[in-house]
């Protein structure tokens, strides 16, 4: 799991330098920019407040359209951002636990407000 999420960061992060090459077309810049606005907007498939459920639209609907938008990347293109994400990332090695952790600590404290709006 947590190789598998690595991959996922390291793609997200070239796709983000992807973005800022001016030989990236504009149909992965669309997808890519789409796929920000899903992550951060208010608006989803399933409500985030919804138990379990609501954070799982985001877990596959980003991802799917961040691997689109990687698809329509030239290859030299995307060789080169990945490079630069390899170079931050042995740059900052605890980038990706600090993510992590935040992650959780918003999740534990969702659940904790959302047990003490429902309970009293």
Not at 17 to 28: F, M, V
Not at 53 to 73: E, F, H, K, M
């Amino acid at each position: 799991m947590i190789t598998r999420l690595r991959f996922v960061w390291r793609d997200a992060l070239a796709l983000l330098y992807a973005l800022t090459d001016r030989r990236t077309p504009d149909r992965a810049r669309w997808v890519a920019v789409l796929a920000l606005l899903y992550a951060l907007s208010p608006v989803d498939l399933l409500p985030d407040i919804t138990p379990l459920l609501g954070y799982g639209d985001d877990v596959v609907v980003v991802p799917t359209l961040l691997a689109l938008a990687a698809r329509g990347l030239p290859l030299p293109v995307l060789n080169d951002a990945r490079a630069r994400s390899a170079r931050l990332q042995r740059r900052l090695p605890w980038l990706l636990p600090a993510l992590g952790g935040v992650l959780v600590l918003g999740a534990v404290l969702s659940v904790w407000g959302l047990i003490r709006l429902v309970g009293g």
